[in-house]
């Protein structure tokens, strides 16, 4: 293996370690802030799927901004990367959790954290051979910085304005979006 791409999968080893352990803690900084509704952009603010799909992608995005030392992969197209992983991650998250708590009738907090994991390990993976083998084209390269500005708008926006669909429901109460604290 060369070492640009050695440099590379270690680099996102190392992210993937960093999205987990700092989604994980996104997962209760809005408790920890009493409710402070600016903080709702980056961290969970129920216990909807929607809002644990945030826990991946902000973490990954600030990944993606972090220089990559030793190798020469614009910023441009690191983003462009984690516009297709970042979507690749949520696909993840949203597919195993409603399959496995379809077959079971409920979820289980392991399986829980365990398809975050496997999802984000999943979009780091294919993260890491975009990384070392490029994007093919243009088209691509646009399609993936248009992925991960929609994806940052709809997380930015949608937990203040969540709208009367499943994906948006918290497991515990049937509410959506900011509870009243």
Same mark, same amino acid.
């Given at each position: 293996?060369?070492?640009?791409?050695?440099?590379?999968?270690?680099?996102?080893?190392?992210?993937?370690?960093?999205?987990?352990?700092?989604?994980?803690?996104?997962?209760?900084?809005?408790?920890?802030?009493?409710?402070?509704?600016?903080?709702?952009? $980056?961290? %969970?603010?129920?216990?909807? !799927?929607?809002? #644990?799909?945030? +826990?991946?992608?902000?973490? /990954?995005? =600030?990944?993606?901004?972090?220089?990559?030392?030793?190798?020469?992969?614009?910023?441009?197209?690191?983003?462009?990367?984690?516009?297709?992983?970042?979507?690749?991650?949520?696909?993840?998250?949203?597919? $195993?959790? %409603?399959?496995?708590?379809? !077959?079971?009738? #409920?979820?289980? +907090?392991?399986?829980?954290? /365990?398809? =975050?994991?496997?999802?984000?390990?999943?979009?780091?993976?294919?993260?890491?051979?975009?990384?070392?083998?490029?994007?093919?084209?243009?088209?691509?390269?646009?399609?993936?910085?248009?992925?991960?500005?929609?994806?940052?708008?709809?997380?930015?926006?949608?937990?203040?304005?969540?709208?009367?669909?499943?994906?948006?429901?918290?497991?515990?109460?049937?509410?959506?979006?900011?509870?009243?604290?």
């Amino acid at each position: 293996m060369k070492s640009r791409s050695r440099a590379i999968l270690r680099w996102e080893i190392a992210g993937t370690i960093f999205i987990i352990l700092v989604g994980s803690a996104l997962h209760f900084v809005f408790g920890w802030t009493g409710g402070w509704r600016p903080v709702a952009v $980056i961290a %969970a603010v129920n216990e909807s !799927i929607w809002e #644990h799909l945030k +826990l991946a992608f902000w973490p /990954g995005l =600030f990944w993606a901004l972090l220089p990559l030392k030793g190798v020469e992969l614009p910023l441009l197209e690191r983003l462009a990367a984690k516009g297709f992983t970042l979507f690749l991650t949520a696909v993840l998250i949203v597919t $195993i959790f %409603a399959s496995y708590t379809t !077959i079971l009738g #409920h979820n289980l +907090l392991l399986l829980d954290i /365990g398809t =975050f994991v496997l999802a984000v390990v999943i979009g780091q993976c294919v993260s890491a051979a975009i990384g070392i083998y490029g994007l093919p084209g243009s088209a691509p390269f646009l399609l993936g910085l248009s992925l991960l500005v929609a994806q940052f708008t709809a997380y930015a926006f949608l937990t203040y304005y969540p709208p009367d669909l499943w994906l948006f429901v918290d497991s515990r109460n049937g509410l959506r979006g900011i509870p009243l604290i």
